[in-house]
């Protein structure tokens, strides 16, 4: 197994992108963000002796998460103790990681695990602020239900966390929701930002148009599978006439846990949640 890093800079901001290689090809990759004392996310525990150092060099002080995923999470404990430093998450992502939060066995392979953690709660109310910085949590659920993205206003930043990743989307995991999702994006573009530091594939420029991007899609997505639900179609037959196409890999090696087909669920889940309220 390799590991490479790699080292950006935009407007004294320093970001780090961390990846991990398994047989020449990479399997994995996520990204840390420095801003003064402050570390947004901790990358993959295979990546530790990587990030280790470079939160030392930049003296980081403070962490605080996106959300309780492996590849974000992966050394909130141990920088916290090799730093003697707090970090700080949504409430959620606290009651997780201090019980201990148990990674399958693929995402154990390829990000590694986490450790138990005592984390800090941070509220939509609260303020992050560093020297030269001022963050806002902005609750997002979708991705998963603990999920923060931070806003800095006065740069005209967000970081989205896994909120993004990308304009148009072909798998969801199983346990992701595209209405709840829908929401999430409504709400962020209510926000005046243009550079978009998404964990998985910043954007320094026309970040709002590319979030605007995916919101597009996933309506124009969830419209077409309501109005076949809705014409008592099932969830394979709507998979079929929206010609979409499985990838037999993932949905094996993931036990069927991230899939093609996963997004058709997930929409016709969200409409029967609705239905039952």
């Known amino acids: 197994m390799a590991i490479r890093k790699f080292k950006f800079e935009f407007d004294s901001m320093h970001y780090y992108r961390f990846s991990v290689y398994r047989l020449g090809s990479n399997v994995q990759t996520v990204y840390t963000f420095f801003l003064d004392d402050l570390l947004i996310d901790t990358a993959q525990f295979h990546n530790r002796e990587n990030i280790y150092p470079i ?63 005592i984390l800090l709660p941070i509220l939509e109310t609260d303020k992050i602020e560093t020297k030269n910085y001022t963050l806002q949590p902005i609750y997002t659920p979708g991705h998963c239900d603990d999920h923060y993205c931070y806003y800095e206003a006065n740069k005209g930043w967000l970081f989205s966390g896994d909120l993004f990743v990308a304009e148009r989307i072909k798998y969801f995991s199983y346990f992701e929701s595209m209405l709840t999702q829908i929401e999430s994006l409504k709400k962020l573009l209510k926000l005046d930002f243009d550079v978009l530091f998404c964990s998985h594939n910043p954007k320094t420029k026309n970040g709002k148009e590319h979030l605007s991007n995916k919101l597009h899609f996933f309506e124009d997505f969830a419209g077409k599978v309501t109005q076949y639900y809705g014409q008592g179609k099932s969830v394979k037959e709507i998979f079929s006439l929206m010609r979409m196409k499985e990838n037999v890999y993932y949905k094996v090696i993931t036990s069927g846990e991230f899939t093609a087909e996963n997004m058709v669920k997930s929409v016709v889940n969200d409409l029967n949640s609705q239905q039952s309220k």
């Open 55 to 117: 939160a030392k060099e930049h003296q980081i002080q403070k962490i605080i998460l996106t959300h309780h995923h492996e590849d974000h999470s992966g050394n909130v404990a141990f920088l916290m103790k090799k730093l003697k430093i707090k970090a700080y998450a949504h409430p959620e992502t606290v009651k997780i990681l201090k019980k201990g939060y148990k990674v399958n066995n693929l995402s154990k392979l390829l990000s590694g695990p986490v450790d138990k953690a």
